[in-house]
């Protein structure tokens, strides 16, 4: 991934989560700043803890036959999410794993629609 690429991914979760905070998910973030760390952040955090989840995540793919492998890349945003959230003072999830699961989903809709009005 270029330097670009990563900038402009940094700048869409940003404002991706800044938006989450202001819907009511229980999903708190206190300023566009906290916001813009809190993405650097889950970028960081998923970088490192997807790659280990998808290794825990492996067998019950290969069982399943890759039936539920939308789930688990699902539950593995969950955690990268709340991971994130834990790990940045400013950035909350009132709800616990509620407020985790809605912020993730959220965040997948509301930047993929972001990616598509920029055609990216």
Known sequence: MNIGALLIAWVVTAVSLYIISKLPLGVEIDSPGKAFISA???????????????????????????????????????????LA???????RLRFGIWSAIMGAFALSLISGLIYKLLGV
């Open 85 to 91: 959230a834990w790990l940045v003072e400013g950035f």
């Open 40 to 82: 650097a952040v889950l970028g960081i955090v998923t970088a490192f803890v997807r790659p280990a989840l998808k290794l825990f995540f492996s067998i019950p793919n290969l069982v399943t036959f890759d039936l539920l492998s939308s789930l688990f890349t699902f539950i593995i945003a969950v955690v990268c999410f709340g």
